[in-house]
DNA sequence: ATTAAAAGATAGTAATACTATTATATTTGT
DNA sequence: ACAAATATAATAGTATTACTATCTTTTAAT
């Protein structure tokens, strides 16, 4: 779907890089062709090495704008939270009520994107890709204390709790808001995984994708009053 | 809590080892040695080098035994899950009522262990320390396929399953028990993680720890009919 | 035309993730 | 008690990774 949102330059956390790579034409590069680089084969494998090579350029040009591979993947999942933010404000924004707007922001949340119908962002679905299959590994790390006082977990802090505020208007009683969505997030993701993966561990698949309508459920019901 | 359960030999996936780490005394000191490494310096940070050097032997030896790093966390997770299988077929066990099974299965999933109290296997606590801080490392990657084809996710498989019938003694109408349990046993622990580093994406913490409430909260409400 | 900034080319380093080889203990079977 | 088998230690070596440094060339801005 055509639209307005894909000229909007996402705000990124400046700690991520050395140089804006969205200031180029190669660092436009690093950030399209890493994505599909680390779809293809993977983060443990992905090396800047390979990535010059991909792109015909050299290490030490993408070390101008990258301090290391972990800072990029870093600045793609930033990237990726912006997209979601600008798209869940998009999205939700002149819905009155209530429980309307919550249902729209587990749509958003947990639903893969349909370029067809919905406001897509550039690079979202590729994006998300890399997320679904790598993003636990931007904070299972050591350094995950010193990165968090960069605050290059702050745009997910503000999804996070931007739906947490939707709950609240739905149910103020309701005492676990803040784990409610981000076991929604995190969870989404992670049953996509396992649809491609570990089919048994999951009841939804390529075929059938449940994951949607089992959050749904899951979130209204887990708010009801009583 | 002394219990005879300690002394049962856990069964582990034997395309995790080259040489069985529990026939001997390096071997052994591999597997506890390697727990509290991992749990110092990150996963990342750990290598072979390092564990030989800090149980006085060398590289090679530990290559005896393990083909890879990565290989050593397989095992590292398959022991932890032959820990809960244990337990929560022991715990679960002449429990007639199916609210009350489910009930303690959740709490064996989602609480910490208390040694005083409960039967806790042996390295289970620092175990599930690794698990907590690097589990989804353990599948997030390219080689998961052939992983789970050698089998090495079969005991977790097998956990989700035990539950999924608890589930479906209760309800067996409810659509979507695998996603259900999946979201429950990785989200726990995912919000220990948050809770120790970005507390703002949770509602628990070390004085108040919410997580198995949260849980069996979420769970009841999820299945119950209508 | 001059200058500054960006990118390219090349080199180098310490650490990692291994493999291989040989020597020395230790255990086990007879 | 002794030979044979096995386990471990010691050492060396390799390709790759994750960088840093430097110098030259290209491009862009004034």
Redesign the pocket.
């Known amino acids: 779907m055509e639209s307005f949102l894909q000229y909007i330059k996402l705000p990124i956390n400046e700690k991520l890089y050395l140089?804006d790579p969205q200031?180029?034409?190669?660092?436009n590069k690093i950030l399209n062709e890493s994505i599909v680089l680390i779809n293809e084969i993977g983060f443990?494998?992905?090396?800047?090495?390979?990535l010059a090579i991909h792109i015909?350029?050299?290490?030490?040009?993408i070390?101008?704008?990258f301090?290391?591979?972990?800072k990029l993947l870093l600045y793609l999942n930033n990237w990726y939270w912006s997209c979601i933010a600008t798209r869940l404000l998009f999205e939700t924004s002149n819905i009155q009520d209530a429980v309307l707007r919550l249902q729209k922001a587990i749509h958003v949340l947990t639903a893969l994107p349909n370029p067809e119908t919905e406001h897509v962002l550039p690079n979202e679905i590729s994006l998300k890709e890399v997320v679904i299959n790598e993003a636990s590994k931007v904070f299972l790390t050591k350094e995950v204390d010193t990165e968090n006082k960069d605050g290059v977990f702050s745009v997910y802090k503000t999804v996070v709790n931007n739906v947490v505020e939707m709950i609240q208007a739905i149910n103020p009683e309701y005492p676990f808001p803040n784990m409610l969505v981000t076991t929604v997030i995190e969870g989404s993701n992670q049953q996509r995984f396992f649809a491609q993966h570990l089919p048994k561990l999951t009841n939804s698949s390529a075929t059938a994708d449940l994951v949607e309508q089992f959050y749904q459920d899951l979130i209204f019901k887990a708010i009801q009053h009583g």
Do not use: M, V
Not at 23 to 27: T, Y
Not at 44 to 50: I, N, Y
């Open positions: 140089k200031s180029s034409e190669i660092g443990e494998k992905f090396t800047f090495k390979k015909s350029t050299t290490e030490a040009s070390y101008r704008y301090e290391s591979k972990h």
